[in-house]
């Protein structure tokens, strides 16, 4: 079962590799993994998307709670919550495909970010399955790149992950 | 303010800590702090001949003393060499710090000289590790490494310092700090005490119950709680190989080790149990064999840790409870003493009737050679009639540890020091010094085998400069025997890189080519007047080289695959 686990850890050099470390090291899957700093500078938000059962699920949020760096944890899966991704992806238009990537564009509310003479490049935002879509929407052998930047999601409501 | 370098702010906060002795080699990236230690007279540092052999007596001394044991070593080499002392605390849960040289902050990621990425290396074998990047640091993460490593479950903390961190000339304001608090670390305490309810009401209607008492007990001070509690339920109890000492071994309620090579009778008092408490155990697949779904098919399990995260990793547990074994189990006795509900006295009676009958297998019965050749079994047994049961045995690994956990019979906890989940060979002639260092009129004894106490023999020196009467019991078979038994049963006797009888050193003479005393021991007849006169000579490191039956196999033993009740009990037997 696909799985979003995020989490607050110290803004403190190791500390990614430490998370890292324990999926490799524990033969846990990485889907997706994102980082960035936090309104609090001494933390990070790391949201990771993983897959497993009840128990393997259960074992890795346990031994990230365990790691010293991570002061805090949830499952977003668990309840209901809001997740994004966005992608960056350039696809090959020339001649009347132009006009069809924009319509596509259109549909899947993505913006056109770049434009050459053959080629489009568009941001669109989403869920992965959304993001998914889009990238099986294209016509064949069109598409040049993709950068995603994996999800990141908060819970709905007024739960907050916070210390 | 107090100004000190960086390298004397180290040795007063190891001070300020209560360390009084410390394992260690030195090199250049840790030359500042060496000269920081000759400069004053606190903290002993003995000088071992290998690293690996520090993390070692570091971590022997921990288990025999329940402080941390600390280590210091250079960069590059020095550190790597430390690694598989780091993983053996780690996998046993030894309080540990590890202070790693590093080159200077400068030169980090340039691949100097004797660089490598201690922390990198070590991330995975540690419960954490830090880099010092300012001096300053040093005293709050000196207090941090110490309280992490030493709470909650224990493990090893590296500390890795640039050398440029401890030079001399730069002086900063030390002050040791009084208490730590970190808001992503916090121990476990007392236990759920409605789980803890329910784990006593479980305990109280079982009819066949059994608990099983992990390294957990004797980590977490717990054996003395443990034993009243058994006791008190009069219920049959096993420890784990980490776990023997943690109920008095010549108890009648004591079943001996369960698992890979345990006692029949625990094994099958485990498989057959209905409600089995499981405490400071991890349920490690030497226990459980290797397919957990057959793991005591009928029990409700109870299980005790202080780490969420060993429970239910591998059985499910009906009733987890997570918190210091000391605190539950006290709740545990205040619950039974309140309780109004009885044991089952009758059903308890049956199954002690049960016990019995499998106690008569004597699954650890020996039979002796009649033309004199030494079993390894007679050996262990020797020693204990000699040490009345009252020494600290190490060992290594291989058959001669598993003789040593299955003949010793373990009165004490913290007397047993072996390497049980990595299974270090070379662990225990180290790890006995540490040992001896902590204890000096005890008696540490390292039984070992001619293959492990080759992987650390240079430590011979080290007990030389520091006089450590360690006494060495080396049961030679001339042979990695365990290897050579799975050989026996499973590869044809193809004894494929096991045996060397030929290359063998003489033991005796390379004992007293280090100024030690060496006795070899070739026949039956003379093993105990022999151990004797070994044990006699109390100031003096004696190596006795016994020659033992090289055909001999340790049973019991698991059938792999199987339940706990599928055992191999002999040559010819199995259940």
């Known amino acids: 079962m696909r799985r979003i686990i995020s989490l607050l850890m110290e803004n403190e050099p190791g500390a990614l590799s430490r998370v890292v470390g324990l999926f490799s090291q524990r033969s846990y899957n990485i889907d997706s993994l994102t980082v960035a700093p936090t309104e609090d500078n001494s933390l990070s938000r790391l949201t ?9 699920i259960e074992q890795i949020t346990k031994h990230l709670n365990k790691l010293i760096d991570v002061v805090k944890l949830v499952d977003l899966s ?8 966005l992608m960056l992806i350039k696809v090959k238009a020339v001649g009347a495909q132009r006009a069809e990537v924009q319509r596509l564009a259109d549909i899947f509310r993505g913006q056109i970010v770049d434009i050459t003479a053959t080629a489009l490049s568009i941001q669109v935002t989403g869920t992965s399955d959304k993001l998914d879509a889009f990238i099986a929407a294209q016509a064949e052998n069109t598409v040049l790149e993709v950068a995603r930047t994996g999800v990141c999601g908060i819970s709905r409501g007024d739960k907050v992950l916070t210390l | 303010m107090e100004q000190l370098s960086g390298g004397d702010m180290l040795t007063r906060a190891l001070h300020d800590e209560g360390v009084d002795l410390i394992f260690g080699y030195p090199g250049g990236a840790v030359l500042h702090i060496y000269d920081a230690i000759f400069k004053q007279d606190k903290i002993e540092h003995i000088l071992v001949r290998h690293e690996q052999a520090a993390t070692h007596a570091a971590d022997g001394y921990a288990r025999a003393t329940g402080k941390p044991g600390v280590v210091l070593v250079t960069s590059g080499p020095g550190a790597t060499n430390a690694v598989t002392g780091i993983a053996t605390a780690y996998m046993d849960s030894i309080p540990m710090v590890i202070l790693s040289g590093q080159v200077e902050s400068r030169l980090i990621g340039t691949d100097g000289f004797q660089e490598t990425d201690m922390v990198g290396i070590s991330r995975p074998i540690v419960k954490h590790s830090f880099m010092v990047e300012d001096a300053a640091d040093i005293p709050m993460i000196v207090k941090k490494a110490f309280h992490i490593a030493t709470t909650g479950r224990p493990g090893p903390v590296v500390i ?20 730590i608090k970190m808001r992503s670390y916090t121990v476990p305490g007392k236990g759920h005490s409605g789980q803890i309810k329910k784990a006593v009401e479980a305990l109280l209607g079982a ?8 390294g957990g007990v004797i980590q977490g001070e717990g054996a003395e709680l443990l034993t009243k509690l058994t006791q008190k339920l009069g219920y049959p109890i096993t420890n784990t190989l980490m776990g023997l000492g943690a109920y008095p071994a010549s108890d009648p309620q004591f079943l001996g080790m369960l698992g890979m090579h345990g006692t029949y009778e625990a094994n099958m008092a485990m498989h057959y149990c209905d409600v089995l408490l499981g405490i400071g155990a991890r ?19 109870l299980h005790v840790d202080i780490d969420p995260a060993s429970i239910s990793k591998t059985v499910a547990a009906d009733v987890p409870i997570v918190g210091s074994v000391t605190a539950v189990l006290e709740e545990m006795l205040e619950c039974l003493e309140q309780s109004q509900q ?20 004597d699954s650890l019965g020996v039979t002796p050679h009649t033309n004199g050749i030494i079993k390894p079994q007679q050996v262990v047994q020797a020693v204990h009639r000699i040490t009345k049961g009252d020494a600290y045995i190490s060992t290594d690994v291989g058959q001669h ?33 540490g040992v001896q260092l902590a204890f000096p009129e005890a008696i540490s004894v390292c039984i070992t085998g001619e293959g492990s106490f080759q992987m650390n023999l240079q430590e011979f020196a080290t007990c030389m400069q520091y006089n450590l009467p360690v006494k060495i019991i080396c049961l030679n078979n001339q042979s990695l025997g365990m290897v050579r038994q799975w050989q026996d049963m499973q590869y044809g006797g193809r004894y494929s890189h096991s045996t060397y009888a030929e290359s063998l050193p003489d033991f005796v003479k390379l004992a007293e080519a280090y100024g030690h005393v060496g006795i070899r021991i070739e026949n039956l007849g003379e093993l105990d007047a022999k151990l004797e006169e070994a044990f006699a000579l109390k100031d003096r490191l004696v190596f006795v080289d016994v020659m033992v039956d090289p055909e001999e196999h340790v049973y019991p033993m698991a059938i792999k695959g199987g339940a706990m009740k599928d055992m191999i009990l002999s040559k010819t037997e199995r259940t």
Not at chain 2, 160 to 179: A, G, L, W
Not at chain 2, 207 to 214: E, L, Q, S
Request: charged share 30%; aromatic share 12%.
């Open chain 1, 48 to 56: 990771v998307m993983t897959s497993g059962d009840e128990r393997k």
């Open chain 1, 78 to 85: 668990e309840s209901a919550h809001i997740e994004r991704e």
């Open chain 2, 160 to 179: 890795d310092i640039p050398k440029d961190v401890t030079d001399p000339k730069v002086k900063h304001p030390y002050e040791y700090p009084k208490d």
């Open chain 2, 207 to 214: 009819k066949r119950p059994m608990i099983y008492a992990g």
């Open chain 2, 283 to 301: 349920f490690d697949d030497r226990v459980t064999n290797s397919d957990t779904s057959k793991f005591c098919p009928d029990a409700t399990i």
């Open chain 2, 342 to 361: 009885a044991i089952d006295s009758e059903a308890l009676e049956t199954w002690w009737q049960q016990i019995a009958k499998w106690r008569e297998k």
């Open chain 2, 401 to 433: 540890q598993m003789f040593a956990a299955q003949y010793y019979g373990f009165d004490k906890p913290r007397r047993w020091i072996n390497s049980g989940g990595l299974g270090t060979m070379g662990f225990g002639f180290p790890a006995a010094m």
